[in-house]
């Protein structure tokens, strides 16, 4: 470096320090107890309601109070004894298993089970499939006029 000048020494101190800790590192235990050890500022708040769940339970009591009162039943509806009849004999007639049939609607043989046995929710694309795979209408004016 010949040339730039006389070379002098700089003795003053540096002074090297961590990042100031974040705002989720303040919180952590062990931050706190160096904090008080070091004898700095340790701010505590009470935070309102804090730990509790309280907004969704006291709600609730209302809720409870409604569906004591109510006197109506509720049901699903299911599959009428005519339905179910009528799905059985175009099965038969068509010399599909329920599990053949299940299959060709793309569905589990469980569900054609529960249609037959009248415990299924009647479900329209379910009953779309049906149809269309034993040939026989099981909707709208037809099944009523079978009754």
Not at 28 to 48: L, S, W
Request: charged share 30%; no cysteine; aromatic share 2%.
């Amino acid at each position: 470096m010949a040339g730039v000048g006389p070379l002098t020494q700089d003795w003053e101190p540096v002074v090297v320090r961590k990042k100031a800790p974040t705002s989720g590192a303040k919180k952590d235990e062990k931050a706190v107890n160096a904090a008080r050890r070091a004898g700095g500022p340790i701010e505590t708040v009470k935070k309102y309601n804090a730990g509790a769940n309280k907004a969704a339970s006291s709600a609730t009591g209302m809720n409870t109070k409604k569906l004591d009162e109510e006197t109506e039943v509720l049901a699903h509806d299911r599959v009428p004894s005519e339905l179910k009849k009528l799905i059985m004999q175009a099965r038969l007639d068509k010399k599909f298993t329920q599990a053949q049939l299940a299959q060709l609607i793309n569905e589990k043989p469980q569900i054609v089970q529960e249609y037959e046995s009248g415990k299924a929710i009647p479900n329209q694309l379910i009953l779309s499939k049906l149809e269309r795979v034993l040939g026989v209408k099981l909707r709208g004016e037809a099944l009523k006029a079978k009754k």
